[in-house]
């Protein structure tokens, strides 16, 4: 219900591709490295740095650069929008193992294997 801003206060992470779509596009990639955000709520200014630190990999759909399974093995931040059916809607913060894939009907599905999740958006707007 209020806008969401995240700008990186450090950003040092990489990443490679490991697996190319026949058109050149990435498949599958892995990233590892340092990432701080500092998280606003652009109606009240209230805001909070988070690490999203950490390795994983993400797995894109066939020439849409959209991302169709991610694994989180440490840190990171997952998007979750307004009707998805398959998690409540939201901004999540995981510290841990998760892994987030897409349910055929285009909503994700977060399946917490040992973590924990902090939504953002419940954090920022009390």
């Not at 490991?18 to 209230?46: C, H, K, M, W």
């Amino acid at each position: 219900s209020f806008g969401l801003s995240g700008v990186p206060v450090k950003d040092e992470e990489q990443y490679r591709t490991l697996r190319y779509y026949p058109d050149g596009t990435a498949e599958l990639n892995e990233y590892r490295g340092p990432l701080y955000v500092r998280f606003t709520n652009t109606s009240t200014g209230r805001s909070v740095v988070r690490n999203l630190s950490g390795y994983g990999y993400f797995r894109f759909g066939d020439g849409t650069g959209v991302v169709a399974q991610g694994l989180f093995l440490q840190n990171g931040g997952i998007s979750v929008k307004a009707g998805n059916q398959g998690y409540p809607s939201g901004y999540y913060i995981e510290h841990g193992q998760v892994l987030v894939t897409d349910n055929g009907q285009g909503s994700r599905v977060i399946h917490v294997i040992h973590a924990t999740l902090e939504n953002l958006c419940r954090t920022l707007g009390s």
